[in-house]
């Protein structure tokens, strides 16, 4: 497949953010020259994000919510803690608010030095429990390297399957109804589809590893479409995105929390995991030609965080520094226990799609036609019912 580069006559990119046809070969421009990645932004923020009055009404009708919700309970919510800006400034945001978490950490082995720092401080000086899930290494490391050799483009499912399946669980077990996300429109909307893939997909995760791994699953925390269903749907646990509902701009944030937290910046959006910095910052360049940078930075255009000439700024820097490259692909390697062979040949494959694997589609569009059709009645239900 012939990969556009930026000198092709046939190189379009944004007026206004910095999305090109290298990172979407289906991207779409306005008589502008805007593209669809910023009109499609602008649709969710207006209907998502809520600023000023609106905003802090919202945040304190959820705290009480949830403390009415947690009365009783040792914990009224349940909150992700990786170490990084996003789950950091959540914690914050929640003990301003006076609720009563229980942070979880994943830790799958790839953790940095600094996330567990970041961790350590937030933890010691909000006083907040932690709860640590430590995932079967063995296990872990034989799904990573399926997708791997499957030649996906969506690695990060395999943590992000384990640590959502583990929350969830841990909510229900703990009777906790209300988990709290990090997620937020004004810094991680801007994504291509292509680059990314449901994290909570188990079929698929569950055929990439049966076809290309070693090992049985027996400890995993998996989270298939009727748990999906269950947890959703019965128990309502949809995590909120409190994020959405307070001022967040990324820069004045870091500068915050490594005032108030002591936190200290580890230098690219999800690096406190020295795989995810070693997936983003050489494995999608290398093999998928995918700059992550560039959905990244382009939120921050749209929301007003950064002008368009400091992120093509930004983007003309290096990815990576030749040294640490160096340095961290022997640790990855060595981590993997995989020779520098067997790497370069999973790296020379062509990319594959993840449908090409089995799906939980057809399970998905079933349960969204049975609630299109039971709407009028479930309403009705929760007419009476209220």
Not at 41 to 65: D, I, N
Not at 84 to 110: F, I, R, T
């Amino acid at each position: 497949m012939m990969v556009l580069s930026s000198t092709d006559p046939n190189y379009r990119q944004c007026t206004f953010t910095v999305m090109d046809n290298i990172a979407d070969p289906n991207i779409t421009f306005d008589k502008d020259g805007i593209c669809n990645y910023y009109h499609d932004y602008k649709e969710v923020e207006m209907e998502l994000v809520l600023k000023g009055e609106a905003g802090k009404k919202k945040v304190q009708e959820l705290a009480e919510s949830i403390r009415k919700k947690g009365k009783g309970n040792q914990y009224d919510c349940l909150i992700g803690l990786s170490g990084g800006v996003d789950s950091s400034y959540v914690a914050w945001q929640v003990k301003e608010l006076g609720l009563n978490p229980l942070a979880v950490h994943l830790d799958n082995g790839w953790d940095s030095e600094l996330a567990v720092k970041n961790i350590e401080n937030i933890i010691t000086r909000l006083g907040f429990d932690l709860f640590t899930l430590v995932v079967n290494w063995e296990e872990f490391r034989d799904i990573q390297l399926a997708y791997l050799r499957a030649s996906v483009v969506d690695i990060e499912v395999v943590s992000d399957h384990a640590i959502l399946a583990s929350m969830y669980k841990l909510a229900k077990d703990k009777g906790i109804e209300t988990i709290i996300s990090g997620t937020n429109v004004v810094t991680e909307h801007i994504m291509p589809p292509g680059w990314i893939y449901p994290k909570m997909d188990f079929i698929n995760l569950k055929d990439i590893h049966d076809q290309y791994g070693k090992q049985k699953r027996k400890t995993f925390p998996t989270f298939d479409f009727k748990k999906h269903v269950y947890y959703s749907a019965f128990l309502k646990l949809n995590p909120i995105s409190i994020l959405n509902y307070v001022p967040y701009n990324k820069k004045e944030v870091k500068r915050f929390i490594q005032e108030k937290l002591d936190w200290k910046d580890y230098g690219g959006k999800h690096y406190e995991s020295i795989f995810t910095k070693f997936y983003q910052a050489y494995i999608l360049p290398e093999k998928f030609k995918i700059d992550k940078r560039k959905p990244h930075l382009s939120t921050l255009i749209a929301s007003g965080q950064m002008s368009r000439e400091d992120a093509l700024k930004e983007l003309a820097l290096p990815l990576y520094d030749p040294r640490q490259l160096m340095d961290d692909k022997e640790y990855v390697l060595k981590k993997f226990n995989i020779d520098q062979t067997e790497f370069e040949r999973i790296m020379n494959m062509a990319p594959r799609r993840h449908e090409e694997f089995r799906t939980d589609k057809r399970l998905k569009d079933g349960y969204m036609k049975f609630l299109q059709k039971t709407r009028k009645l479930r309403n009705f239900i929760q007419g009476k019912a209220s």
